[in-house]
């Protein structure tokens, strides 16, 4: 039995058919499972996610910041010192990064977890309305003991909608970098 001219210009046209759909992916993958240039990067974190998870409400039933993590999301920035230049700085990053989030800052409050003494309040009414200030010695303590071992002192902690303590980032961090977690974050979450 042979095959006649028909036949064999079909089965041709079937090949060249196949080969223009199925090539692509077949130099794709192989690009990609042998480490080309090509391969997708990994999403990195700026920020360290805070493992395991705690949860305010269970942890520090009586804090004062349960009313404001109900339905927002809260960048808190604890500092039990008085607020000098490098505390300021640090409300000014957080003020920024907020702003940044554009329609989504809405879905953010920040809060400034203070010590005994009361911060400067002229301050702060002029250079950040909105901030909420508060003072919890206990759930300052709480925070400085999740905090990474390995990140310093003087950073931002993130809170979820249901009082869990996300995401700690550094102070020295880009604002952008802090974005760029956050607005992850909000992507994914179906809360707040």
């Not at 036949?7 to 199925?22: G, T």
């Not at 305010?56 to 230049?85: F, K």
């Not at 977890?113 to 200030?133: C, K, M, R």
């Amino acid at each position: 039995m042979s095959m006649g001219a028909g036949q064999r210009r079909s089965r041709l046209q079937l090949l060249f058919i196949a080969l223009v759909f199925l090539g692509p992916l077949a130099v794709a993958a192989w690009l990609y499972y042998q480490g080309g240039s090509l391969a997708p990067a990994g999403r990195t974190n700026h920020g360290v996610l805070l493992e395991p998870i705690v949860n305010l409400a269970a942890e520090a039933p009586d804090s004062p910041i349960a009313d404001h993590y109900a339905g927002a999301w809260v960048l808190v920035y604890s500092n039990t010192a008085g607020c000098n230049d490098s505390c300021r700085n640090a409300l000014y990053k957080s003020r920024q990064a907020r702003r940044m989030l554009g329609k989504e800052m809405n879905r953010v409050q920040r809060v400034f977890l203070h010590g005994e003494s009361p911060p400067d309040t002229v301050f702060l009414a002029e250079e950040h309305p909105g901030l909420i200030t508060t003072e919890d010695g206990r759930l300052n303590g709480l925070l400085e003991n999740k905090r990474p071992a390995d990140f310093p002192a003087g950073g931002y902690f993130l809170i979820d909608p249901l009082g869990n303590l996300v995401m700690y980032f550094r102070p020295d961090l880009d604002p952008a970098d802090m974005v760029d977690d956050i607005k992850h974050l909000l992507r994914l979450s179906r809360i707040g």
